[in-house]
């Protein structure tokens, strides 16, 4: 084989494959949440070190992201929405990636222990190595309940943000944990029941290709019913105001109402399945509604 | 190892390597500036 006509992978890839590595998507919601649990959290922290510190998730997310994308470059490659990442359409090299992740990940710890305080560092480390090594490496392409264990580490933001500002973890980031990790069931199994057929052709073993659609939405409504009680209990144990027991409340009977429906339709193609796809936008909405409103209960009341 | 590179892929090449090169400059930048107003805000508190 020639080997001078093949271009070297650092020829291909340009600044935008790098910074796709890191899911910018994903960290919008991650950043989100734990920027809402700084404002949440009582105490104070230098405006500019509170900034570093969301910098700082925002990398270790982006590291998380790029190693898992570093470890399931094949299956990626297989499914029309990820075929076009970098890895898998070539034109960054797995030992790049690899490299970045790691780098980035290390780096985002380090200075997070030097901006804040080490437990804040230690729940940042933790939320990369479950994110990768529980969720992507062990469980992932083993379970249905996959999501379920994914939720956690998209759940750890919260805590690290918190423990940023207070150097501590009580029960309040705790219960807003599970909100998050109950909430992505819910938002993720409405996306797989109209992605399914995606999600088949590359063998991932999401609920409705192991389990049929019918069970997918019983596991929806089962989620939204753990999940609106849980959202509801911080204002009902007085841990937060009623903007947030307001707003949870509210928000909390429409998700019902909307995984009702869910769990009422018999939509089999993805072109039928309309009260999924609202109820996917809708838990999005629901997130960011809800944690806005913890922020706001914490700025007006407080 | 590029010897046989045509011309529009040579400067393609070349226009891709720039432009990472100064992505990286910022982020060198960046991360400088970050460390320096840490330092700062360490020292005032």
């Given at each position: 084989m020639n080997q001078t006509t093949a271009f070297p992978t650092t020829a291909l890839s340009e600044w935008r494959d790098y910074f796709a590595l890191l899911k910018p998507r994903v960290m919008t919601l991650v950043v989100f949440t734990a920027l809402c649990a700084m404002l949440a959290a009582p105490g104070h922290i230098h405006p500019f070190l509170g900034a570093v510190s969301v910098l700082c998730i925002a990398v270790a997310a982006g590291a998380a992201g790029a190693l898992n994308q570093w470890y399931e470059a094949d299956i990626d490659a297989l499914m029309k929405r990820t075929a076009n990442r970098p890895l898998p359409a070539g034109r960054v090299a797995p030992g790049e990636a690899l490299a970045f992740g790691v780098a980035l990940g290390a780096g985002a710890v380090a200075i997070m222990g030097l901006v804040s305080n080490w437990t804040a560092a230690f729940w940042l480390a933790v939320s990369i190595l479950f994110y990768v090594?529980?969720?992507?490496?062990?469980l992932k392409r083993r379970t249905p309940q996959n999501i379920v264990i994914g939720g956690a580490a998209g759940a750890f933001p919260v805590i690290v943000g918190w423990a940023a500002v207070t150097g501590d973890t009580s029960l309040l980031p705790w219960l807003l944990f599970a909100i998050i990790f109950l909430w992505t069931p819910p938002h993720f199994w409405a996306l797989a029941l109209f992605m399914e057929a995606d999600y088949s052709k590359a063998g991932v073993p999401m609920l409705p290709v192991t389990h049929g659609l019918a069970a997918t939405r019983k596991q929806i409504l089962a989620y939204t019913a753990l999940l609106v009680p849980v959202s509801i209990a911080p204002a009902v144990l007085g841990l937060t105001g009623w903007i947030f027991g307001g707003t949870v409340l509210l928000l909390g009977a429409i998700f019902m109402a909307m995984a009702v429906q869910v769990a009422r339709s018999h939509a089999t193609v993805a072109a039928d399945m309309r009260v999924e796809k609202r109820l996917f936008k809708f838990s999005l909405l629901y997130l960011a509604i809800i944690f806005g409103a913890l922020v706001a209960d914490r700025l007006l009341l407080a | 190892m590029s010897a046989d590179w045509t011309p529009a892929e040579r400067a393609a090449f070349e226009q891709r390597r720039r432009a990472r090169n100064i992505a990286l400059g910022i982020v060198l930048g960046a991360l400088a500036l970050l460390f320096f107003g840490i330092t700062v805000v360490r020292m005032i508190k």
């Amino acid at each position: 084989m020639n080997q001078t006509t093949a271009f070297p992978t650092t020829a291909l890839s340009e600044w935008r494959d790098y910074f796709a590595l890191l899911k910018p998507r994903v960290m919008t919601l991650v950043v989100f949440t734990a920027l809402c649990a700084m404002l949440a959290a009582p105490g104070h922290i230098h405006p500019f070190l509170g900034a570093v510190s969301v910098l700082c998730i925002a990398v270790a997310a982006g590291a998380a992201g790029a190693l898992n994308q570093w470890y399931e470059a094949d299956i990626d490659a297989l499914m029309k929405r990820t075929a076009n990442r970098p890895l898998p359409a070539g034109r960054v090299a797995p030992g790049e990636a690899l490299a970045f992740g790691v780098a980035l990940g290390a780096g985002a710890v380090a200075i997070m222990g030097l901006v804040s305080n080490w437990t804040a560092a230690f729940w940042l480390a933790v939320s990369i190595l479950f994110y990768v090594i529980v969720y992507t490496v062990w469980l992932k392409r083993r379970t249905p309940q996959n999501i379920v264990i994914g939720g956690a580490a998209g759940a750890f933001p919260v805590i690290v943000g918190w423990a940023a500002v207070t150097g501590d973890t009580s029960l309040l980031p705790w219960l807003l944990f599970a909100i998050i990790f109950l909430w992505t069931p819910p938002h993720f199994w409405a996306l797989a029941l109209f992605m399914e057929a995606d999600y088949s052709k590359a063998g991932v073993p999401m609920l409705p290709v192991t389990h049929g659609l019918a069970a997918t939405r019983k596991q929806i409504l089962a989620y939204t019913a753990l999940l609106v009680p849980v959202s509801i209990a911080p204002a009902v144990l007085g841990l937060t105001g009623w903007i947030f027991g307001g707003t949870v409340l509210l928000l909390g009977a429409i998700f019902m109402a909307m995984a009702v429906q869910v769990a009422r339709s018999h939509a089999t193609v993805a072109a039928d399945m309309r009260v999924e796809k609202r109820l996917f936008k809708f838990s999005l909405l629901y997130l960011a509604i809800i944690f806005g409103a913890l922020v706001a209960d914490r700025l007006l009341l407080a | 190892m590029s010897a046989d590179w045509t011309p529009a892929e040579r400067a393609a090449f070349e226009q891709r390597r720039r432009a990472r090169n100064i992505a990286l400059g910022i982020v060198l930048g960046a991360l400088a500036l970050l460390f320096f107003g840490i330092t700062v805000v360490r020292m005032i508190k």
